[in-house]
C-alpha cells in the first residue's frame, strides 16, 4: 500500500488502541464481576477474591490484584490510568496498524 496505507493504517490502529484502552478495559472489568455495587456473585471476580482470601488467612490484601480491579469497577479509571492505557494501546495499535498495511 505504500507510505499512505501506513499512515492510514496506523490511525485506524491507533483509534482501534484507544477505544480499547477507554471503552474495552472497564467493560472487561465489569464482565469478569468487578461491578459498582461490588463483587459480582458466581463471577470469576468472586472466584478470584475466594482464592485471595483464603491465600490470605480470610483477608483480600490492600494493593492487591482483586483489590484494585474492585475499585476500578467500582470508581472506573483513574485520569492517570486512562492516559497510561490510552498512550499505550495506541502506539501498539498504530505500529500494528502500519505493519498490516504495508
Known sequence: ?????SAI?????????????LVGVPV???????TGGGIAT???????????AI?????VAAGSTVAVLQSIGAAGLSVG???GLTAALSSAGAATG?????
Open 42 to 52: 458466581g463471577s470469576v471476580a468472586a472466584k478470584m477474591m475466594s482464592a485471595a
Open 55 to 59: 491465600a490470605n488467612g480470610g483477608g
Open 9 to 21: 493504517g496506523a490511525v485506524i490502529g491507533a483509534t482501534v488502541g484507544a477505544g480499547l484502552a
Open 1 to 5: 500500500m505504500g507510505k499512505n496505507g
Open 28 to 34: 472487561l472489568i465489569g464482565v469478569l464481576g468487578f
Open 81 to 83: 490510568a486512562k492516559v
Open 98 to 102: 502500519a505493519q498490516l498495511t504495508e
